[in-house]
Every structure is written in structure tokens, then in C-alpha cells.
């Protein structure tokens, strides 16, 4: 018998469900070459728009996860990434948020040094303080950034949801190793599911 997911085991509100986009910078973005590239404009971009404009329109929460040092230059940055070579400086246009996710006014961004959002951001304090129990999770790279995300999110105890029509990394490979070991963690759902299930329409009121 197929587990119920997740999401069903506390109540579905917009008030606490969150939204949460991955690094969905320009540096990542207008780079991309291969299989990668392909893949964000074949269809990953598009869906992430559609989850945007669901969130907004039902009152979902929407974040955003951008990889910016604290300092011109990244002097702050995590030693993984100052060994990676890792580096957007602070307010590197190169690490703005790509124009089809353009965060609207009182969005939240969160600049991160490190893979895991909640290694080097408040992230679990500001999610909390919102009230947020479901969190959504799409963006790049599904086996590193996104995949952390995800796995600290539900050890923190968050109801993880991945979308995984709406996530890319380098191969078709690399994809479906990282969604195999994520659904340990997280519900697993294409974009329309996610939006039937976990952005509902607001009801009408008479």
C-alpha cells in the first residue's frame, strides 16, 4: 500500500505554507550549457512561474534563496566555497534573481555562503516566525543546494514537499538519483499536483 504523503498529516493553510526558490540567479541561469540548459527551458522555468503565480494568488509565502557573499569580497564565505571558487560578491548584478522570478515587494531573500540554506542563513528562524509547517522546495541544483534544503528542512521538522518538474542539475542522472533519495525526506510532486494540493484557491465568500 502506498504511504499517504506527507502533506496530509497537518492541516493545509496558505497562511503556513511556504514557498522556496533555490538559487534561481542569473550566474546560474544564463550559464547553464548541456543537458542543464535544456532542461531549465524546457519545461523547469516555466513551472516555476506557475508555482509563483499560484502562491501569490492563494497567499502562500514566497521565498528566495540567493548564493551572495556578505562582503565585495567574500571574505565571510564558507571554506567550501572559498575552496569551490564560489563567489558572488554583494550586489554582483550577476547574482540577481532571473527576470521571470523578479521577487514583488515584501518577498523575503535570503543570501547564503554556504550549499545548505540553513547553515548560513536565519532561515529556520524567519520560516518559524511566519508559522510555516508545509514547506514547497524547487530551484538548483537538485543534488546539491536544493537537496540540502530539502533534507534540513524536514530534520527541522517542516513537511517538505520537492517539485520535481520545477528542479534541474547537470544530468538526467544526477536528477533522478537526487529525487530517489529525497523522497526519504519529502513528498514528491510534479507542479500541477503541487499546486491541486497545497496552493487551493481561496474559497468565495457569499
Sequence with gaps: MKAEPRFFRLPR??????LLFVDMQRIWVDQATGYYRDRLHGGVLRNQQALLRAARDTGVQVLHTVIES???????????????????PKGDPSGAIIDALTPVENEIVLPKTSSGLFNSTPADYVLRNLGTT????CGVITDQCVDMAARDAADRGYLVTVVEDACATYSAERHAAAIATLGGYADILDTPATIEHLFPPAKKTS
Excluded: E, W
Design 134 to 137: 508545509h514547506l514547497v522546495v
Design 70 to 88: 556578505l562582503t565585495r569580497d567574500g571574505r565571510d564565505r564558507s571554506m567550501d566555497h572559498k575552496l569551490s571558487d564560489i563567489h558572488v
Design 13 to 18: 493553510h496558505a497562511a503556513t505554507t511556504a
